[in-house]
């Protein structure tokens, strides 16, 4: 039986220690034993998402998040900016359009971040503009953006800001409260070691005021409804009680590694990564490489999709390739989560051996010496 090693950008590991919460006896979720759970919970959310306001948990994956953060704050025809630099930016822009938004669409080159001069003007043009949709990283293309400098064009103004932040927080430094964004989203089965299922909504005051004045239908993610169960700690329906029995475990491990040598950590992993696929020659894809992920330029006349279906059938290592139009050009590589220094080595090792097996000419072990020096030096 073959081993499975995961090191796509979601899902990701779960460790044993959240595995064996998960798998706790079942219990009725409205009861002091659950609400003290979902409280401890609460708490633990707030220094994740670096927020004093309160972070929603809903029985669904991350998509469903991103959907309450258009249903929720918005009426039709509200003009929003959409910025998209890839497939994430896309999905915001496919929800907008089904609820009946005006969205505007930055569009970025692929692998590039946002220029905040471009939505500069781009807001001083449309002074009725209500959001600003952008990503934290944009998995598909494994790029960062720069979230900070687009919440100061946001901050003190009558425009929400909506930040996705489902594969990119805890790996890449998101300072909500601080840098001024308005609504976070993320999921489980990234940063958080969980397994997919749950996802993050967190929202600031202003975000709250929108929330009033929404027009649009909802009904399971109604954040109104969500907001007050939140309160007394509760939820408005049945909430994933074995996920959040994992995610308070996940919370434990995450506050004992703590957020900033989380980033630093990730930090370094992406850039031993790059420094590994330079060391073979090849292109590391994005222009603004994010510490959760990190795309590689597959070598001219191999398909990435090869790459990655060999590594997969014949070892059990779990890489991605690319989305959409770079479904061929790119293959993906993580470092998220409970991902560690040590997958990255036998994930190298293994990809100089399927790239020798498919004629790229390169020299052997030249990734591990790159990524041995990043680590050991
Ligand atoms: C940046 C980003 N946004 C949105 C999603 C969609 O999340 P989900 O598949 O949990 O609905 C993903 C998943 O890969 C993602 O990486």
């Given at each position: 039986m073959k081993r499975r090693y995961l090191l796509t950008p979601g899902p990701s590991p779960v460790p044993s220690v959240i595995r064996e919460a998960i798998s706790q006896e079942i219990m009725h979720h409205r009861t002091d034993e659950f609400i003290q759970i979902l409280q401890e919970v609460n708490e633990g959310l707030k220094y994740i998402f670096c927020t004093k306001n309160p972070v929603i948990i809903f029985a669904s994956s991350g998509t469903g998040a991103m959907e309450a953060s258009v249903s929720n704050f918005f009426s039709p025809n509200d003009k929003v900016v959409i910025i998209v630099g890839g497939k994430f930016g896309e999905r915001w822009l496919e929800i907008a359009k089904s609820f009946g938004?005006?969205?505007?669409?930055?569009?970025?080159?692929?692998?590039?971040?946002?220029?905040?001069?471009?939505?500069?003007?781009?807001?001083?043009?449309?002074?009725?503009?209500?959001?600003?949709?952008?990503?934290?990283?944009?998995?598909?293309?494994?790029?960062?953006?720069?979230?900070?400098?687009?919440?100061?064009?946001?901050?003190?103004?009558?425009?929400?800001?909506?930040?996705?932040?489902?594969?990119?927080?805890?790996?890449?430094?998101?300072?909500?409260?601080?840098?001024?964004?308005d609504v976070v989203v993320s999921a489980s089965q990234k940063g958080f070691?969980?397994?997919?299922?749950?996802?993050?909504?967190?929202?600031?005051?202003?975000?709250?005021?929108?929330?009033?004045n929404s027009k649009l239908p909802k009904y399971y993610f109604d954040l109104d409804k969500a907001l007050k169960a939140y309160q007394k700690n509760d939820t408005p329906f049945t909430p994933a009680v074995s996920l959040i029995m994992g995610l308070k475990k996940s919370i434990e491990l995450i506050k004992n590694e703590g957020l900033e040598n989380l980033w630093e950590k990730?930090?370094?992993?992406?850039?031993?990564?790059?420094?590994?696929?330079?060391a073979l020659g090849l292109e590391v894809f994005s222009k603004n490489p994010s510490s959760s992920v990190t795309a590689i330029v597959s070598p001219s006349g191999l398909n990435a999709k090869d790459i990655v279906k060999k590594?997969?059938?014949?070892?059990?290592?779990?890489?991605?390739?690319?989305?959409?139009?770079?479904?061929?050009?790119?293959?993906?590589?993580?470092?998220?989560?409970?991902?560690?220094?040590?997958?990255?080595?036998?994930?190298?090792?293994?990809?100089?051996?399927?790239?020798?097996?498919?004629?790229?000419?390169?020299n052997l072990g030249a990734s591990l010496v790159a990524l041995q020096k990043s680590f050991y030096e």
């Open positions: 938004l005006q969205p505007l669409v930055m569009q970025i080159e692929p692998g590039f971040a946002p220029s905040t001069n471009e939505l500069k003007k781009i807001l001083q043009d449309n002074p009725d503009t209500k959001g600003v949709f952008t990503t934290l990283t944009e998995t598909s293309t494994a790029t960062v953006f720069d979230i900070k400098s687009i919440a100061a064009l946001t901050k003190d103004k009558n425009i929400l800001l909506l930040v996705d932040a489902i594969s990119g927080l805890i790996q890449d430094q998101l300072l909500t409260d601080e840098w001024g964004v070691m969980l397994p997919p299922g749950l996802s993050f909504i967190c929202i600031n005051k202003k975000a709250e005021s929108f929330l009033k990730y930090k370094k992993m992406s850039l031993a990564t790059q420094a590994a696929a330079k590594l997969r059938k014949e070892y059990g290592i779990s890489i991605a390739a690319g989305q959409g139009e770079l479904e061929q050009r790119i293959f993906r590589i993580a470092h998220m989560g409970w991902i560690n220094e040590q997958d990255l080595i036998m994930c190298f090792s293994l990809l100089e051996k399927v790239l020798k097996s498919l004629g790229y000419k390169f």
